[in-house]
């Protein structure tokens, strides 16, 4: 077969394919101790917290935190050494709450609603505390 006619195959049979088909998916990552990168756009947040982290106007403790809105949706790779079900395999993660102290708070606050790229170690939402399915404790370079 000519190699024009093959090459015009291959370009019609790929643009035929539906968009998330033809992108390379960014690779799943991998939970704490392993260092990620995550990029994303920052947000300042608000759910409900104790007693019932249910609805901030009947009663509930408004818990206001810093949020990345990852700009392609997260996959993770369960712990292969944890028989812990949490800490199991998660899709289409699209939002992560961010572990911060009052200085990293500080740092990013410029920042907010504009895209940024975090660094560090990811971890599931274990209790009522963490409105996200994932935690990234930020790192900080020196």
């Not at 920052?42 to 917290?49: E, K």
């Amino acid at each position: 077969m000519n190699v024009n006619i093959l090459a015009a195959i291959l370009v019609i049979a790929a643009a035929s394919l539906p968009a998330g088909s033809r992108s390379r998916r960014s690779p799943c990552l991998h939970y704490e101790p392993d260092t990620v990168s995550v990029t994303g756009t920052l947000a300042r947040m608000t759910f409900p917290g104790p007693p019932n982290y249910e609805s901030i106007k009947k009663g509930d403790v408004p818990e206001i935190g810093f949020y990345l809105r990852p700009t392609t949706p997260i996959c993770t790779i369960g712990s292969a050494d944890s028989m812990d079900t949490d800490e199991g395999a998660l899709h289409d993660v699209r939002l992560v709450q961010l572990l911060l102290d009052s200085a990293g708070y500080a740092r990013l606050r410029p920042q907010l609603g504009q895209l940024a790229t975090l660094r560090g170690r990811l971890s599931v939402g274990m209790t009522g505390h963490y409105h996200a399915p994932l935690a990234l404790a930020v790192l900080w370079p020196r």
